[in-house]
Each structure stands twice: as C-alpha cells, then as structure tokens.
C-alpha cells in the first residue's frame, strides 16, 4: 500500500459495465522526501487508481496495486490495477535518522 494524491479524473469513452459507478482517479504516487517535508507534493509518477470513496482533488488517499486492486469486485474480473483503499486524514510519518542505515563498503571474505 502506497499514499499518493488525488490530481484528477478520467472518462471512458466506453464504458465497462463492470466498472460501473467507479470513479478513476489520476493519482500521484507521494515520495518518502515530500511526505516528510509535508508539502502537499507527490513527486511519483501518476496513475490510474479505481475509486468509490469520494476523494476530491488534492486529497491525500492509500492505494494498493497488481492483483490486490481487483479484490473489492471479486468474483467478478475487472481491468482495475490500483484500487483507491482509503481516505487519509492524518499521518505520523517518522524518516529514520541517517546513522541507523548502514552500507557496506568491504568486499566479502572469501
């Protein structure tokens, strides 16, 4: 699962009645950089999300992608990769501090 916000919406041309009365929302992916920094900006690269929560624009939402997103219609199979799972209203987002992520450089012993 992934925080992102809600930039827009999409209209089929056709419509899939499976999908009948899901809203598809345009939906920028939050980067760890601009969720702590808490500046109302995405950073990843949109998608489409499935949507029946009511997000509006510029409201913060958790997605879940891949197989998962088709969940909530089983056991009907629609064309649906990301799924819109809930409507943030508050977050405690904690980044860890730079002295407890550790890389070594050192070749392995053989």
Same mark, same amino acid.
């Given at each position: 699962? *992934? =925080?992102? /916000?809600? *930039?827009? $919406?999409?209209? =089929?041309?056709? $419509?899939? +009645?499976?999908? !009948?009365g899901t809203r598809l929302a345009i939906v920028e992916p939050i980067t760890p950089e601009n969720l702590a920094a808490r500046n109302g900006l995405g950073g990843g690269k949109a998608l489409i999300a499935a949507e029946r %929560?009511? @997000?509006? &624009?510029? !409201?913060?939402?958790? /997605?879940?992608?891949?197989?998962?997103? @088709? &969940? #909530?219609?089983? +056991?009907?199979?629609? #064309?649906?990769?990301?799924?819109?799972? %809930? =409507?943030?209203?508050?977050?405690?987002?904690? +980044? +860890?501090? &730079?002295?407890?992520?550790?890389?070594?450089?050192?070749? #392995? *012993?053989?």
């Amino acid at each position: 699962m *992934r =925080l992102g /916000f809600v *930039r827009g $919406s999409v209209v =089929l041309n056709s $419509s899939i +009645p499976s999908l !009948q009365g899901t809203r598809l929302a345009i939906v920028e992916p939050i980067t760890p950089e601009n969720l702590a920094a808490r500046n109302g900006l995405g950073g990843g690269k949109a998608l489409i999300a499935a949507e029946r %929560l009511g @997000a509006g &624009n510029g !409201q913060m939402v958790a /997605f879940v992608e891949g197989r998962t997103a @088709a &969940n #909530p219609y089983w +056991p009907q199979e629609v #064309p649906v990769d990301a799924w819109c799972a %809930l =409507l943030v209203e508050h977050y405690d987002f904690r +980044p +860890p501090k &730079n002295d407890t992520l550790s890389v070594t450089t050192e070749e #392995p *012993r053989r």
